[in-house]
């Protein structure tokens, strides 16, 4: 996934996108109010969320697995700050990644049931760092008219040639610091309503 040729055609087949978009309206309005971000979406649903965001100098939680390098070059390309490590909390890289991130201003984006799954099961670390450093959690989603579904652990999506897609922005997350260790299952629901949100919206 995402070496050189590969980044060229997903490129080349995401401007064919008909996209549409819904929630980046708060998105803006919390950016506004100086509101640092952290971005959560499920590992399968990260294709369109990581086009749609780039250039925007957030920084990038990748794993250290071997596999995950292609991402992490496809993120430097796309305009990502890019630090390596587990979503994990008890990941030590991963997380002082994410908090020195916020810490300098940056919004962040990770994959709570990454790097290696299991799928669509969320790990607390994006929400502790943000609950520690202040940030609000936006859960991110989308719907396609039409996608290939990888032989991937989590079946990772992407959108065919000039599908529908519509990449929903959830309602704004805020977690306790001394309580993110029990929130996994706002953050399960929230990743899957804004998941159905936006496959109701294609």
């Not at 709570?112 to 790990?123: L, Q, S």
Request: glycine share 8%; with cysteine; charged share 20%.
């Amino acid at each position: 996934m995402f070496d050189a040729c590969t980044r060229t055609v997903v490129e080349a087949l995401a401007r064919t996108w008909r996209l549409s978009i819904s929630g980046d309206d708060t998105v803006r309005a919390l950016r506004d109010t100086g509101t640092r971000l952290a971005f959560a979406v499920w590992h399968s649903m990260l294709l369109v969320p990581l086009w749609h965001r780039r250039n925007e100098g957030i920084t990038l939680l990748v794993s250290q697995h071997r596999d995950a390098q292609r991402l992490a070059d496809a993120g430097n390309r796309w305009g990502y700050n890019v630090v390596r490590g587990s979503s994990t909390r008890g990941s030590v890289m991963g997380t002082k990644g994410m908090l020195r991130a916020l810490r300098s201003g940056f919004d962040i984006a990770t994959t709570p049931d990454g790097p290696r799954g299991p799928a669509r099961i969320a790990k607390p670390g994006i929400a502790w760092a943000a609950a520690r450093e202040g940030a609000t959690v936006i859960p991110v989603g989308f719907g396609a008219s039409s996608a290939w579904h990888l032989s991937s652990w989590d079946r990772f999506r992407i959108p065919k040639y000039r599908a529908r897609v519509h990449l929903h922005y959830g309602d704004p997350l805020e977690f306790d610091a001394n309580h993110a260790d029990i929130v996994a299952d706002t953050l399960n629901r929230a990743l899957n309503e804004a998941e159905n949100t936006a496959a109701c919206n294609v």
